[in-house]
Nanobody, 114 residues
Framework: QVQLVESGGGLVQPGGSLRLSCAAS????????MGWYRQAPGKERELVAR???????NYANSVKGRFTISRDNAKNTVYLQMNSLKPEDTAVYYC????????WGQGTQVTVSS
């Protein structure tokens, strides 16, 4: 059974931090590159960070130096530590494999506002 469950979003002031978590089923997680995507209102979904099964990360320029992706292969969980948040980071955040499969979880809302 395919499962992607994101959590950890919320409302935070500019400059603040959040840590997102995603619990995935083994069929998606195991041996795959995992990524965090986001979709802001009126915009297309974009990949912001990805991590290989061996733990090598890669980031979009817009989040480089502020976000850190990690994974726990024993728990089939991927994390996104987000620091120095900006209003333009406001979006619904999703995890999925890279490339993504045609299944999405409910996502977790991140709102950066004063």
């Amino acid at each position: 059974q395919v499962q992607l469950v994101e959590s950890g979003g919320g409302l935070v002031q500019p400059g603040g931090s959040l840590r997102l978590s995603c619990a995935a089923s083994g069929s998606i997680f195991r041996d795959n590159i995992m990524g965090w995507y986001r979709q802001a209102p009126g915009k297309e979904r974009e990949l912001v960070a990805r991590i290989s099964s061996g733990g090598i990360p890669n980031y979009a320029n817009s989040v480089k130096g502020r976000f850190t992706i990690s994974r726990d292969n024993a728990k089939n969980t991927v994390y996104l530590q987000m620091n120095s948040l900006k209003p333009e980071d406001t979006a619904v955040y999703y995890c999925n494999s890279v490339p993504f499969i045609n299944y999405w979880g409910q996502g977790t809302q991140v709102t950066v506002s004063s």
